[in-house]
């Protein structure tokens, strides 16, 4: 299970001191949603988990959000836009060069069956947004609560790929899976749901890293000798 | 009073917690009891706060490591975990919380789960981000002083 994370300058962490948090709670990697961080990922190797090297896109509109997915895809292995108006969100669900959606609901952005069916046509995943239900309170966190019940129900039914995230900006906002899931539960998403969220983050960076490997030709092809017929 | 029948006490199981903060962290057992039972009330009512229990027994807190016993009733661990899981802030200081086990004794759950972590912890002058800021150094964890507080960093950061 993988968890995401917004490390130094973009939050109070360095990237290995989440990795080595990670590790202690029982995560196998942790993805870097980048945006001005800039981690060394060669020393992070030596780290107590799988470091990943992601960038989360933060743009006010989708023009500006499209001119840095193109600039980051070809070397970044998760690209995340982070969503907050229908125009972003619309866009990122649109763009197959996405892998995922983040904070949906953040500012006055909202998800419906629309989105969902796009998403699932692009392989975008629909990040569920933990951090309120961890660490809001009253009416915000009511409504975040009763947007992701939603968000739930529609991506279930189309049967959408989604990602599960605490989006921890520190090492003391990280929280073990089994404490989400736990929280999942009592929230109304279950417990399974939480960890197949935290593991789909793990499945987008593996499938990546492939892809961006130089043995990488297309989907199903691969480069050797012909298949010997009995 | 006399307490009652062993058949109908009530059946506990015992959480060992792990607590990290900041280095200059002042947390005790009251406060940390008070951000949990806001946590659970605000989670879920005081009906399944009063069905969970939630009482913090031992408490020992030092230089920004900490741990303690969270006894809740058998059948709502996960209920506990949760509430756990929903605590971020006590005393104004911002901390991380892990369960680390669940047992069905005080003593099991001590000498099981806790007391790993190694205390000693120590100053140093480091360079980060090309200026000199002084650190708290426990193993292989360094918390940076910085103006708008500590930034976390391990030893890997500094290599």
Redesign the interface.
Known sequence: MYEAVHA?PDG???A??????AA??GYDGVVVRADDARPDYE??E??DCDVVDGVEIVADGPDRASGAVGNFRPDRTVVVVRGGTNQLNRFAVEQDRVDVLSRPFAGDGDVNHVLAKAAKRNGVRIEFDLAP???A?GGH?VRHLDDLRKLKRILDHYETPYVVSANPR???????P???A??G??IGLGAEWVRGGLAEWGRVAARNRERLSESFIAPGVKRGRYEEDD | MKHLPKHLQPRWRYLAVEVESHPDARIDRGDFQRELWYAAQNLYGDAGSAASDLTVLSFAFADGDGETVVRAYRGREGRARAALACISEVNGSPVGVRVAGVSGTVRACEERYLGRRAGNSGQRDVAFENESRSAVVRGSRVDVRGAGGFVGATQLDFE
């Open positions: 130094h109070d962490s360095t290995a001191r989440f990795a080595e948090t202690r709670q020393g992070l030596e780290a239900a961890l660490r309170t966190r520190s090492h003391l906002e990280l929280r073990a089994r404490e989400l736990a929280v539960e009592e």
